[in-house]
T-cell receptor
């Protein structure tokens, strides 16, 4: 039981390049999330998927797109990377979407945009 | 979700008890109080959750007064490995809610 996995762990991009961050969970959770965390800051929600087949914007969605490929997988795409997107990206999942339900986080992807 | 306020940072020494208080004046009737812990270079992890009075597990205790407008996370006899950021969140148990982690409380435990 791996929990929440993310790939890649590290990535360096040049401005304007695109990439997709992958996330998968094996806990049969309905809800999945993408957060970003800048140095010394808390987590900010980028996009979420309350259930399979649905996605919605969080606090900071500009410059990102997401796909809930199936119940297990939730990917985050940067179409044209910018230095302001340099951050650590965390994927998380929970059984249901209420805050009562524990969110399980992946190990994170450290992205640097030059 | 109810807005929460917690100290930005706290310092402690090994072996001491640490209490981190979170204010949530506009907590709703069906809201629960949840604390997460984040070690450097890792994602947050759930440590404890409660609705009222006291909850204790193998990691921490959570004290919630009768008016529920605040809560206190208690870490007994901290060690260096308890150095982390601690987030207090408040939200209900129905419907979808977007968690707001804020900046949390940065706890530094020294030898």
């Amino acid at each position: 039981n791996a929990g929440v996995t993310q790939t890649p762990k590290f990535q360096v991009l040049k401005t304007g390049q695109s990439m997709t961050l992958q996330c998968a969970q094996d806990m049969n959770h309905n809800s999945m999330y993408w957060y970003r965390q800048d140095p010394g800051m808390g987590l900010r929600l980028i996009y979420y998927s309350a259930s399979e087949g649905t996605t919605d914007k969080g606090e900071v969605p500009n410059g990102y797109n997401v796909s809930r490929l199936n119940k297990r997988e939730f990917s985050l795409r940067l179409e044209s990377a910018a230095p302001s997107q340099t951050s650590v990206y965390f994927c998380a999942s929970s059984a249901q979407g209420s805050s009562y339900n524990e969110q399980f986080f992946g190990p994170g992807t450290r992205l640097t945009v030059l | 979700l109810a807005k929460t306020t917690q100290p930005i940072s706290m310092d402690s020494y090994e072996g001491q008890e640490v209490n981190i208080t979170c204010s949530h004046n506009n907590i709703a009737t069906n809201d629960y109080i949840t604390w997460y812990q984040q070690f450097p270079s890792q994602g947050p992890r759930f440590i404890i959750q409660g609705y009222k009075t006291k909850v204790t597990n193998e990691v921490a205790s959570l004290f919630i007064p009768a008016d529920r407008k605040s809560s206190t996370l208690s870490l007994p006899r901290v060690s260096l490995s308890d150095t982390a950021v601690y987030y207090c969140l408040v939200g209900g148990n129905t419907g979808f809610q977007k968690l707001v982690f804020g900046t949390g409380t940065r706890l530094l435990v020294s030898p």
